[in-house]
Structure formats: structure tokens, C-alpha cells
């Protein structure tokens, strides 16, 4: 299995070409792997699938076999589509034993491709994995 790709601090605020800003997602860092299986992992390595089966199934149509997705399961206000921490913390600490009925908002949001159709990208720069992603993904309903 592939880690998610963290992030490092800085100790001050700086500009730079080489490195990008995006907007920070109140939700849970994961890891989406697409095989013959639909698998999603916690950044601790903790398989969670059992717990986003609409995930699950909407990354059977969103992408190909042999992709790896990194970025974050998270539960969005469905007026607003403000990430609500609280909600996206009821959801993963919820038992899907009991029946979870669908979670109005709950999206996974990619932010990083990590292998697609098999093929390791993680030796490509940032910005040539998101234009992948773009291409490699399709936005699905849950």
C-alpha cells in the first residue's frame, strides 16, 4: 500500500513556484485504492471501508482499475457545502452494523493521484499528478 502524501511545515509563510496553496478540508486524510476491490484506508493504514460503502461504490465509476487516490472522506453542510467536522466525526465513529443510512454531504475529495491504471506516479512532480487526476477521474454522485 501506498502512504498519503503529507504535508511539512513551514516555519513562516513564504511564496514559492515550486510549491502550490490549496484550501484546507476540515475531514479525514484517506486513501482510495481502486482495484479489484474498492479499498479506503485512514493515513494510519486502518482499512475503513466497511464504514463508506457509498464511497466504495461510487469509485467503481469515478476511475479505472489500478488507480490510488489520496485526499479526504468528508461530511459538507448540505446548504452551505462548509466541511462539518462534527458530522464527518459522527460518521466515522458510527456503526455500520447498524444500517448507516446514506450521509447527505459525505464526499470524498481527492487532492492527489498516486497510481493510475497500475502505474506508479509518485516520481512526477505535483502539479503533473493533479493534471492526471483531472483526467483520470470522473465526479460521481453518491
Known sequence: MIDPMLLADAPEPFESNK????????GIRGILDIQEQVKLYTRHRNDVSYR???ITQAAKEAADRGTILDGEFVVSDIDTGKPDFEAT????SSNPKLGIERTPGLTFVAFDILQHKGQDLTSLDLMARKEILEE???????
Open 19 to 26: 510549491h502550490i496553496a490549496e484550501l484546507k478540508i476540515d
Open 52 to 54: 463508506y460503502q457509498e
Open 89 to 92: 466525526m459522527a460518521r466515522f
Open 136 to 142: 483520470a477521474v470522473t465526479k460521481t454522485k453518491l
